[in-house]
């Protein structure tokens, strides 16, 4: 296949329309949130491995509170819901990071357990509690409406703007005020010099009186909030249901968008809008080009993150040396 149009077919899949471009942020709405959830963590000298899990719990807990309050307004429900999912990711964070901090259990091995056990917890929950009587499928009842945070369709309509519907919604601000609110956390607060302390030399951190242990432990109740921020997109913003597997993939999408992002905020957007392009322009050319499916997507994924993440330091010596004569000049 000639891989110039492929490449136009990708990018215009991505920004050639309004629909393709609401959902190119709509899935980079979920990775801002997976990817800071895996950045706290790295600089705590953590590797989280659970966001998939903390998403599902945190979305459990969205879900709950949009059943349970439905009949009260957005703007009471909202913030209920953002605490609900902080409080729930949170606790499936703060167990692995005990483990770690107190019992010296590697977090890696303990996060991807709690993903499997999220997944039996919530096909338990669907199966048996939250599914209505008659449905054979494992997914609670839709919300009333008043619990819908806005699409952007209906957000452009106030101005007078028509726009094609797509899931994309209003919680895609406040994935950039997350991101703001992350980096003034991680660089401008004396819990974010700790956590990044104790991830750069925890020998060090204990000579100045710091304490490891709670900055593990806090590190992943952050990582777990931000990663529970995922059921507010897709849960409130989307599917208006709790459903199975709604999160399936982001988290470990989110790894490799913190990774390329360099765990900074502004990098952790940049790399989740190239995954959101990856995903949607993915989609539009596996559809256009019928010998391209969407195995060979993933692949293309897996060379961004290769090229990007594993061989960063590939061309560093002479990035260094051409400035450093560039500096001389």
Known sequence: EDPWFALKTLLYGAFGYDEGLGYTLYYTTNFIFTGLAFAIGFHCGLFNIGAEGQAYIGGL??????????????????????????????????????FKAKRGSHEVVTTIMFNFIASVIMVNILSHVLRPPKEMSPESREFAEGVWIPQMHEIFDWFGINITQTPLNGTFFFALICLVLVWRFIWYTRW?????????????????????????????????????????????????????????GIGFTGIAVSLIGRNHPLGILLAALLFGILYQGGAEL???????????????????????????NLFRPQIEYFVKQLARQ
């Open 61 to 98: 807990g969205v879900g709950l509170i949009c059943l349970w309050l439905e009949d009260w307004s957005l703007w009471l429900v909202f913030p209920l819901a953002v605490l609900t999912s902080i409080i729930l990711g949170g606790i499936w964070g703060a167990i692995p990071g005990y």
């Open 286 to 312: 596996s559809f256009e080009v019928q010998a391209i499916d969407r195995h060979l997507v993933v692949l293309i994924q897996g060379l961004v993150i290769l090229f990007a993440g594993a061989l960063e």
């Open 192 to 248: 974010g010099y700790e956590i990044r302390t104790v991830g750069t030399n925890d020998t060090a951190a204990v000579y100045a009186g710091i304490s490891v242990s709670r900055n593990i432990i806090l590190a992943m109740v952050v990582c777990g909030g931000l990663a529970g921020f995922v059921g507010i997109n897709e849960i409130m913003g989307s599917s208006h249901r709790i459903m199975l597997n709604f999160q399936a």
